[in-house]
C-alpha cells in the first residue's frame, strides 16, 4: 500500500463541481459518503487522519478528493458502531465513490438486531460520455425496492448497480420518489453520469444521495 504522509494531506484539493481548474491526472480521486441512515455523524478517516473533526451526517458527502497514491485505507467510526476499515485501489487520474452504509447482525433465534455494522460499498463510473445517464445503488436490508425518476418505475436489487439512459430527454432535473414519497432529487444540465444511492433510514424509511459522478 502507498503511505500518504502528512505532507500529501495537506495537499489534498476539495473539487467542485464544475470547476474550470485543470486537474492533475497522475492523482487519484475519491469521494465518500455516509449512508448509514444512522442519527449523528460517521467521521471517516484516512491512514489514521480524521478528514473533518465536524463529522458527515447520514446523505452528506465529502466531496472529490485528490491524492498522489494509487490505494487509501479508509476508516469510519460512530458512536452507535463498531469501527470499519477497508483499504481501496485508487486509479490515476480517475474517481472512486465510497460508501458507507449500514448492515444489522441479528438475532438467530429472536431476529432482533445485535449490533449495527458499517460496511463500505464502492460506485462504479461510467466512461466519460457526451450523453446523460444515471447509476444507481440501493444499499438495504430489503432485497429490492421500486424507485421512480420523474414517475418512471425502476426496480433496485440490493448491492447491485442499475443503469439509467436519459437519452435525448429535454428534462433538466429528476425527482426520485419512494412510495409516492419525494427522497431527493438533482440536476442533469450537463452530460455525463449522476450517481443516485438508496438507503434505508434508521426510522424505517428511506433517505437518497446524488451527486455528479464526474471523472474527477
Do not use: W
Not at 64 to 87: F, M, N, P, Y
Request: proline share 2%; charged share 25%; hydrophobic share 35%.
Amino acid at each position: 500500500m502507498n503511505k500518504i504522509s502528512k505532507a500529501t494531506l495537506f495537499l489534498f484539493t476539495m473539487i467542485a463541481l464544475g470547476s474550470a481548474r485543470a486537474q492533475d491526472d497522475s492523482n487519484s480521486y475519491f469521494r465518500l459518503a455516509n449512508a448509514t441512515g444512522l442519527d449523528g455523524k460517521v467521521h471517516f478517516h484516512l491512514d489514521g487522519e480524521d478528514l473533518n473533526p465536524d463529522g458527515y451526517i447520514s446523505g452528506e458527502t465529502t466531496g472529490s478528493l485528490g491524492v498522489a497514491a494509487t490505494s487509501v485505507r479508509i476508516k469510519a467510526t460512530h458512536l452507535q458502531c463498531e469501527d470499519a476499515e477497508q483499504t481501496f485501489q485508487l486509479i490515476p487520474g480517475q474517481q472512486t465513490a465510497i460508501i458507507a452504509y449500514i448492515e444489522p447482525e441479528k438475532d438467530s433465534k429472536t431476529g432482533e438486531i445485535k449490533k449495527r455494522l458499517i460496511k463500505f460499498s464502492t460506485l462504479d463510473r461510467k466512461a466519460d460520455s457526451k450523453k446523460r445517464t444515471a447509476t444507481l445503488l440501493f444499499l438495504s436490508v430489503s432485497q429490492s425496492i421500486e424507485v421512480k425518476m420523474n414517475n418512471s418505475p425502476i426496480n433496485l436489487t440490493a448491492l447491485k448497480q442499475s443503469d439509467v439512459s436519459f437519452g435525448d430527454s429535454r428534462m433538466t432535473g429528476v425527482n426520485i420518489t419512494v412510495a409516492e414519497k419525494k427522497i431527493g432529487d438533482f440536476d442533469i444540465e450537463d452530460p455525463g453520469d449522476y450517481a443516485v444511492i438508496v438507503f434505508d433510514k434508521a426510522d424505517g424509511t428511506h433517505g437518497c444521495i446524488s451527486f455528479y459522478n464526474s471523472r474527477h
